[in-house]
């Protein structure tokens, strides 16, 4: 099962994808993770993402695409994936399909919930980053940069929501139970 993980920032997708990465034996792909790990292991990759980094710049397409390609040759990712954090915007999606294949996915879960239980949860974790202001603001970029990704694999037949609200255990199940519905057809 190839899978990506989408939804607005505090709805729990690095949460869900590591509880479902256990569940069904695949590989959780963060991209995030991923840039930590080559620049910490001082690979070729990481020491070109530090510099950028380093400079305040963002990572390029190109280049995350590239670390993308490296991770999913790993054997653990031989059985299936949940990619979490990328593509996050429709140049990058496209940037996948171009290196990988429009089938590269089998499906896209979408984690739903509303604005102000996002707000409430981010604002609840006490981070020093998270402002009200902030919050709205990450919210804001994902409806403009991101959400438009969901229209994109849409277009596909390969997007399903599930409500990201209630105790993680029953998130987990309700993206369970869409996944077994997935691997039956």
Known sequence: MRLLFLGPPGVGKGTQAAKVSTACSIAHISTGDMFR????DGTPLGKRVGRIMDRGDLVPDSVTVEMLMDRLGHADAADGYILDGFPRTLPQARALDE???EDALDAVIVLTAPRDALVDRMLARGR???TEASVRNRLAVY???TAP???FYQKRGIVMPVRGTGAIEEITGRILEVLAGLSRA
Request: charged share 40%; aromatic share 0%.
């Open 99 to 101: 290196t990988i294949g």
């Open 37 to 40: 790990r080559h620049i910490s």
């Open 149 to 151: 990704l969901v229209g």
């Open 143 to 145: 409806e403009r940069e």
């Open 128 to 130: 020093a980053d998270d």
